[in-house]
Structure formats: structure tokens, C-alpha cells
């Protein structure tokens, strides 16, 4: 009795092996089905990793606050917006508007203010006080309306590192929802 032990080295091909001797074929089957089980083991591995490596890992880290009070800011003033949507880590005080990087890792943040006609707020993010993206929203000009402006700038911080937004120059920007800071790790 004749079989053929069928190894597959490549997606579509395979090469037939000619087993006179049933002992040799069992073990020749054994010795793939160990491969086949290493080679499960690594996948199993590797997508665990993979998982584990996707924003953050399996502890994400997120903010989202947001200001119920219209401010009139002077020129270089912290921004605190008093209400919060989200924290994952306790890691945004609603006192300073600081928020502090619980862990080390690239992270993305965006601030989002919107005035009135007839005034104007420039804004600033900063990180351990050094400015890091300016975000200019100005309606001085214009006689009647509302404008949005948007700030968005990614950032690798170390634990510890604090992140907050501060008024450039400005004298009003409207709360109930339309002012806010949120920021997520994409990456450890």
C-alpha cells in the first residue's frame, strides 16, 4: 500500500511525498501537526500583542471637558472648563484645566472654542508651559454671526507631563457646550 504525504509550502502548491512505510507516514503527519500547533501558539501570541498595542493597549486614556460658563478672559489666563464628559484616568482637573499624562505614550489633542460677532479669542496649547500650537478665533470685524474655531495637534508626553490651554488675547467665548478640550493616547 502506497500513500502520499501532502506538505504545503505556499498558498496553492503542494508536494506530494511518496510514503512506502505507514510508520514513517504516521510520523512525518505527527511532526506537521506539532508544526501546525507552534505555529497556532505564535498566531495566538501575536494577536494578543497586536491587541494590546492598539491605542494605548487594553487601558485607554481619554478626556473630554467642556465649559457650561461664557468666559472673558484677559490675555495669557488658563482656560478651566468646568465640566467633563469623559475622564478615564482622572487625569483632567476641572479647578486648573490642567490635564496630566497618566502614561507615557503619543497622544492627540483638540480644543474647540466658539464667539460671537465683535470679538475675538486666540488660544494657545501648552505642555510644562512651553507652547506647543496656537489656534486663532477672531470676529472683530464682523457685525453679526458666530464663528467656531478648532485647535488639533498631536503630541508625545512622558507621565507626568501637564497640558492645558491658555488665552493668547481674548474678551469672550460662549460656554454652554460650544468650549472644549479633549484629548486620547493613540500610542504607548
Not at 10 to 28: A, H, M, W
Not at 76 to 86: E, G, N, P, R, T
Not at 97 to 121: C, D, L, Q, R, S
Request: glycine content about 10%.
Amino acid at each position: 500500500m502506497q500513500y502520499t504525504l501532502c506538505v504545503v509550502l505556499t498558498v496553492g502548491s503542494c508536494y506530494g511525498i511518496l510514503v512506502q512505510d505507514p510508520q514513517l507516514y504516521e510520523q512525518r503527519l505527527g511532526h506537521l501537526e506539532s508544526l501546525v500547533q507552534q505555529q497556532s501558539t505564535k498566531i495566538s501570541e501575536l494577536e494578543t500583542k497586536l491587541a494590546n498595542t492598539h491605542a494605548g493597549g487594553t487601558d485607554p486614556v481619554y478626556f473630554s471637558a467642556y465649559s457650561q460658563q461664557t468666559l472673558r478672559p484677559g490675555n495669557h489666563q488658563a482656560i478651566v472648563y468646568d465640566s467633563l464628559y469623559h475622564d478615564s484616568h482622572n487625569a483632567y482637573d476641572q479647578t486648573t484645566g490642567f490635564f496630566t499624562a497618566p502614561v507615557k505614550g503619543f497622544y492627540v489633542f483638540a480644543w474647540t472654542t466658539e464667539i460671537n460677532h465683535g470679538y475675538i479669542f486666540d488660544s494657545e496649547l501648552l505642555v510644562n508651559g512651553a507652547r506647543r500650537q496656537k489656534n486663532g478665533c477672531d470676529m472683530v470685524g464682523a457685525t453679526q454671526g458666530f464663528t467656531t474655531c478648532t485647535g488639533v495637534v498631536p503630541l508625545e508626553l512622558k507621565v507626568g507631563d501637564v497640558v492645558y490651554i491658555r488665552s493668547v488675547s481674548g474678551n469672550y467665548v460662549l460656554g454652554n457646550g460650544w468650549l472644549s478640550f479633549t484629548g486620547w493616547l493613540v500610542h504607548k
